[in-house]
């Protein structure tokens, strides 16, 4: 089942991001929960030992590449609400990934 809706959202992939935009503008309210859902998550999966202003300067950085129009994001490397494992948010399970790939990659991780 879930290979058939990956394959599906690969082929509808401007019908699919349509109908999320169109969700995203009638429940406001929802999308608003769902991103502070994963910022608490971040703020929990950030330990103590993690190098702060490292990972400022990797959004700074996505922010210069943006500003030049490249279309990139800071991606975790281990996801932080994975199904199977869970990465912390340090420096280290950051990187910069182009936007299309870091969707495409979803909420997964493979070795």
Not at 16 to 31: D, F, K, L
Request: charged share 20%; net charge positive; proline share 3%.
């Amino acid at each position: 089942m879930l290979a058939y809706q990956g394959q599906y959202r690969e082929q509808n992939r401007d019908a699919c991001n349509a109908r999320i935009a169109a969700w995203q503008v009638a429940h406001p309210a929802a999308g608003a929960a769902k991103r502070a859902k994963y910022r608490a998550t971040q703020l929990k999966a950030t330990p103590s030992w993690a190098n702060l202003d490292y990972i400022e300067g990797i959004y700074e950085l996505c922010d210069l590449f943006r500003n030049v129009g490249l279309d990139v994001e800071v991606d975790h490397i281990v996801p932080l609400q994975g199904k199977n494992v869970s990465g912390l948010h340090v420096e280290h399970n950051l990187q910069l990934m182009h936007s299309v790939m870091n969707k495409r990659k979803s909420n997964s991780f493979t070795i």
